[in-house]
């Protein structure tokens, strides 16, 4: 029963170095998101993807890439990581009824130096 | 853009106190969430409202969808250390097939035993 498993849990990067970080869900859901989570801020969408083939800017896109590669995959990646991207990234997902009622991973927690 | 204000911002309590905490908004939401996180965890959902007026119960928690739509309460009775973290509240705008949802910044929840 894992629902929706990230990895890796933790990274630390160098300025300028890349990555992609995993996601996948095992409950048949059709949309899948990507948040950010910083000190006193809340969480921020990054990008969502509202079914597989189709991908879409959130509120905070720049740095970022994304890929929907199938029903149960969503990766994230920074192309040249800086440290203004040190946060915890979370990636969800939900059945048809939008953002809502959202299933959460247990998080990345990535520092860039 | 949208922006929600929750308080307080932290709160200390006795076991067996009764908790209340809220949300207000600068503009409507269709859907009023509460999520609450565990440390080194991602959010989860525990309660929806999705109407205006609607007073929703899940064990000891209960939560309202305020009549105006721009307002939302938890209230936790009874507290328990389980019931220690972060509580944040979302709201969700379904216009022109939004995905996005707004997050306040969070009440971080303390019991003494």
């Known amino acids: 029963n894992a629902g929706v498993t990230q990895t890796p849990k933790f990274q630390v990067l160098k300025t300028g170095q890349s990555m992609t970080l995993q996601c996948a869900q095992d409950?048949?859901?059709?949309?899948m998101y990507w948040y950010r989570q910083d000190p006193g801020m809340g969480l921020r969408l990054i990008y969502y993807?509202?079914?597989?083939?189709?991908?879409d800017k959130g509120e905070v896109p720049n740095g970022y890439n994304v890929s929907r590669l199938n029903k149960r995959e969503f990766s994230l990646r920074l192309e040249s990581a800086a440290p203004s991207q040190t946060s915890v990234y979370f990636c969800?997902?939900?059945?048809?009824?939008?953002?809502?009622?959202?299933?959460f991973g247990q998080g990345t927690r990535l520092t860039v130096v | 853009g949208q922006q929600l204000n929750q308080s307080p911002q932290s709160m200390f309590i006795q076991e067996g106190e009764d908790v209340s905490m809220n949300c207000t908004s600068s503009s409507i939401f269709n859907t009023w969430l509460w999520y609450k996180q565990d440390p080194g965890e991602g959010p989860v959902l525990l309660i929806a409202?999705?109407?205006?007026?609607e007073l929703t119960s899940n064990g000891r928690l209960t939560a309202q969808f305020g009549i105006t739509r721009k307002d939302s309460f938890l209230n936790i009775s009874a507290s328990i250390p389980s019931d220690v973290g972060i509580y944040f509240c979302?709201?969700?705008?379904?216009?022109?097939?939004?995905?996005?949802?707004?997050f306040g910044k969070g009440t971080k929840l303390s019991v003494i035993p």
């Open positions: 993807s509202a079914s597989e083939g189709t991908t």
């Open positions: 409950m048949n859901h059709n949309s």
């Open positions: 409202l999705y109407k205006a007026g």
């Open positions: 969800a997902s939900s059945v048809n009824r939008g953002p809502t009622e959202a299933f």
């Open positions: 979302a709201g969700h705008y379904s216009g022109a097939g939004s995905y996005q949802l707004t």
